[in-house]
């Protein structure tokens, strides 16, 4: 994986899809009236501007690795050590992405510290709604007797899914 542009929220973008199994689009839609990707670059930035720069640069330079190459190296899961503080920021990212608020970074035997709802779009837009294929209480874009209805699939949610198998297999 890598980008093509030195735009830090572009990077951010980019690697938040990875670590998250998002598209791109999803997390950074064309037409985006709300922002969340800028407000949580900004969020991060703020509070982690080495770390961040440092997760940021790991990410460009993986280039010609699979998006899950890519996950692996940035959260550590494949090194059987205790997660770097890089790692846990990562972790601290997905979770911002998801949940719309932020968790201090911690280590894999702690629990990360609820620190405070990033924005009130956060909420709104946290990804675990996608993931459900639902909406967040008091908060719909469905128009009227949607719920007579199967939910949309995840790759309509802007979910990374792999493609359906060809053929059967013996």
Known sequence: MSTNTNDPIHTFVEMSATLTGFTSAAIRPGLDPVGLSTTYYNFVNARFPTELASLLGAFRESPGKTTQEVADLLLETKTGAPPSERAQLAQSIVRMWYLGSWYDPAPAS??????????KQGY????????????????SEFTFGYWAKAPPSLADFGINVPAPSQGKES
């Open 110 to 119: 702690a629990e990360g510290t609820l620190k405070q709802v990033v924005s």
């Open 124 to 139: 709104v837009g946290g990804l675990v709604w996608k993931v459900a294929q639902t909406h967040p209480m008091g908060y």
